[in-house]
């Protein structure tokens, strides 16, 4: 294996995400990460699912679950469509699927199914979606879908003071579990960027692909980064999510 490279929210930009991968030159040595929120917001969440199962057999890929996926993943088992996910880019992504055949939604939802919540690696560093709650780590976690939900985990990480030791005992515990966390689901454009940002020991991946943002990749080791365009300008004549400050 050549790289580890964490990828944020893709939102069914498949068009952001084939020239992110293009742009950091990833070979079939590389091991992608994908950080979850593969559907809702432009227009090929379909495509989006199609092309990780393609990745997935051609080189190592481990693809997180987000709260978008858990959505479309309940969609394609039953066939109803919580309006709550209507509302945020369910519409596109139903939409999407027009044309897909009984099979190949069999083998999207089989993938969804499979996806775990959250990875650690043999360096200590987390990877979900979102974050969690519990003081002593996601395997302690009593409430599942705060691993797709939480930004209680951002927001400490953003509120600490730069100057306190990850040593010392007022460092959060649920920090100091871990060598690293990387997460999506919070886009940096709540905090007018769009690159990945790191707070305390923490990375946030997603640079508001869903919206008027860019899809980022990003190099753990040397934390070089990748991005596409600017999202819409991959899609003139689609508007996406609506992004509000």
Known sequence: MNRTLVIGDIHGA?????QGLERAAVTNE??????????????????VINYLLQLA????????????????????RTGNAASTWLEHG??????????????????????????PYYYTDDKNRLFIHAGFTSM??????????????????????LGLDPNIKKESTYYPRRLRLFEEIYIGH????????????????????DTGAAFEGKLSIMNVETKEFWQSDHVPKLYPGE???????
């Open 30 to 47: 590389d091991q992608l990460i994908f950080l979850g929120d593969y559907v809702d917001g432009w227009s090929e969440s379909c495509a």
């Open 57 to 76: 057999a051609r080189q190592p890929c481990i693809f997180i679950k987000g709260n978008h996926d858990t959505w479309c993943e309940e969609w394609l």
């Open 90 to 115: 369910g519409l596109e992504t139903i939409k999407s699927y027009e044309g897909l055949d009984t099979a190949g939604k069999i083998a999207h939802l089989e993938l969804l199914e499979q996806m």
């Open 239 to 245: 508007t996406g999510r609506q992004f509000n400050r």
């Open 136 to 157: 002593n780590g996601p395997k302690k976690e009593f409430r599942r879908p705060a691993f797709s939900w939480d930004r209680t985990l951002w927001e400490t990480a």
């Open 186 to 205: 919070t886009p940096t454009l709540h905090h007018e960027k769009v690159e990945p940002m790191r707070a305390a020991n923490v990375w946030n991946v």
């Open 14 to 18: 498949l068009r952001a995400l084939e």
